[in-house]
């Protein structure tokens, strides 16, 4: 089992950035992939990006050009960068490796338009 702790929410403007961070609890060198995931008010939560051990990576279409989820070389964290925010990705971020089931408790993005 592996602890995640996301921080780097918050409120910005429309067009506005910001950088989540995903810390485990121990080296995860080695994981299948680590994923971020988002809940808005209402809805499903829905994945937002993955990287694979391999650094391998993929995108929800609507993040596309604009999100970037990235390691650091520690193998701690996972960062996800955001850019161009637009209201509509406020939601709660969390991160996750679902191969040990574990999840973040989350952090809140609020976009203001």
């Known amino acids: 089992q592996v602890q995640l702790v996301e921080s780097g929410g918050g409120l910005v403007q429309s067009g506005g950035s910001l950088r989540l961070s995903c810390t485990a609890s121990?080296?995860?060198?080695?994981?299948?992939?680590v994923a971020w995931y988002r809940q808005a008010p209402g809805k499903q939560r829905e994945l937002v990006a993955t990287?694979?051990?391999?650094?391998?990576?993929n995108y929800q279409d609507s993040v596309k050009g604009r999100f970037t989820i990235s390691t650091d070389g520690s193998s701690y964290t996972v960062y996800l960068q955001m850019n161009s925010l637009k209201p509509e990705d406020t939601a709660v971020y969390y991160c996750?490796?679902?191969?040990?089931?574990?999840w973040g408790q989350g952090t809140q993005v609020t976009v203001s338009s």
């Open positions: 121990r080296n995860i060198l080695g994981v299948l992939y």
């Open positions: 990287i694979s051990g391999g650094g391998s990576t």
């Open positions: 996750a490796i679902p191969q040990f089931g574990s």
